[in-house]
């Protein structure tokens, strides 16, 4: 069964430096997201991409973070200049369409000291 | 805004027995519905959902869920529950235009023998 892979599945990195996060989506989806659950919390949307563009983003997704598609299998979650309220697991996530349900990886743990 | 409300954080019940878990939610427009649920150090998998039709909505594992629009709830429910069925269950909310899942605060279902 086809299946959104993320890596990697856990990352530690100091505050202040650059991270990216790694996302292959199912090959036949079109919508990307990601979402974020800090510890204890709820999962919260960050942005949705689409055609090679943001198509929405939450007012957690300020300048230090960016979306790239690089080639046409992976997605990622760029964070500039990480801080320690960026520790949480983050979800990728695809979807065929709009209007469809969306297909989420196991999600990286993200861990800033 | 779309929000979302699980007033349970956490439900006991004996293996075998039946369970409800409880989901209210707020909207301005018409809504698609979901349950997903979160086995311990995994990702979200999709259980059910409601886009429009029949409002009984039968999922994976004997799961189902009842769309109520008069009283804006999707509560789900199992006639009996299994050992494995302990996770987290998190009921999510969109809206047509399916940009992104606005996500309650998860109820923890814990089955013990």
């Known amino acids: 069964e086809p299946e959104v892979t993320q890596t990697p599945s856990h ?11 790694r996302c292959v989506p199912i090959s036949n989806h079109l919508y990307f997201y990601w979402y ?3 510890l204890g919390q709820k999962v919260e949307f960050l942005v949705s991409f689409y055609n090679n563009e943001i198509s929405e983003k939450s007012e957690i997704f300020d300048d230090q973070f960016s979306v790239e ?10 964070i500039r ?7 949480a697991m983050y979800f990728c996530a695809s979807s065929v369409r709009a209007n469809t349900e969306a297909f989420f990886g196991q999600g990286t743990r993200l861990t800033v000291v | 805004a779309q929000s ?13 027995a039946p369970v409800e878990l409880r ?27 409601y886009l429009s039709g029949s409002t009984l909505v039968k999922g994976i594992n ?41 996500f309650g605060t998860g109820t923890r279902l814990l089955v013990s023998p």
């Open chain 2, 62 to 102: 004997g799961f189902e869920a009842e769309f109520n629009k008069s009283q804006t709830s999707f509560h789900l429910r199992k006639p009996s529950v299994h050992i494995s069925d302990t996770a987290e269950y998190f009921c999510a909310v969109s809206d047509p235009g399916f940009q992104k899942l606005v």
């Open chain 1, 11 to 21: 990352q530690v990195t100091q505050m202040g430096q650059e991270v990216i996060l």
């Open chain 1, 36 to 38: 974020r659950q800090i």
């Open chain 1, 81 to 87: 200049s990480t801080k320690l309220e960026d520790s």
């Open chain 2, 23 to 49: 989901c209210n939610y707020s909207s301005s427009v018409s809504v698609y519905l979901f349950w997903y649920v979160q086995y311990p150090n995994q990702g979200l998998q999709l259980l059910l959902k």
């Open chain 1, 69 to 78: 598609r690089p080639d046409g299998s992976n997605f990622t979650l760029k």
């Open chain 2, 4 to 16: 979302v409300t699980q007033l349970d954080s956490q439900v006991p019940v004996f293996e075998e």
